[in-house]
C-alpha cells in the first residue's frame, strides 16, 4: 500500500480499521491463555519427564483435530478426514510407544 501511495503515511491511512477497542480484550485473553498452556506443556515435561510429558502434549494435537473437524467443520470430505484419521492413529500409536519408555 505504501509503494502504491508513494507515501508511508497515505499508505497507512488506506489500511482497513484494525478495530482495536474491539479486538483488545479478546487478544489479550487468547494471548495469556495460549502462554498458560506453554507454560503447563514446560511444566509437564519438566515434572513428568520426556515421554511422558511430551506424550500428553502431542495428544493435543489429535484434541484440536477432532475439535475442527466435529465443531468447526474445517476437514470436509471423507478422503480428507479419512487421512487425518490415520494421522492421528500414527500420532496416538507414537504416543502410546514414548510413553512405555518411561518404567517406574
Known amino acids: 500500500n505504501a509503494h502504491e501511495q508513494k507515501s508511508l503515511k497515505k499508505g497507512w491511512m488506506a489500511l482497513p480499521s484494525m478495530h482495536l ?4 480484550v479478546p487478544g489479550v485473553l487468547s494471548g495469556t491463555l495460549w502462554s498458560i498452556g506453554n507454560i503447563g506443556q514446560i511444566m509437564s515435561v519438566t515434572f513428568l519427564g520426556e515421554s511422558i510429558g511430551m506424550s500428553i502434549v502431542q ?3 489429535i484434541i484440536s483435530g477432532v475439535l475442527g473437524i466435529m465443531w468447526y467443520r474445517e476437514v470436509k470430505g471423507f478422503k480428507a478426514i479419512l487421512y487425518w484419521s490415520l494421522s492421528a492413529f500414527v500420532t496416538f500409536l507414537g504416543i ?6 518411561h518404567k517406574s
Open 59 to 61: 495428544s493435543s494435537m
Open 96 to 101: 502410546i510407544f514414548l510413553s512405555r519408555e
Open 21 to 24: 477497542r474491539t479486538l483488545f
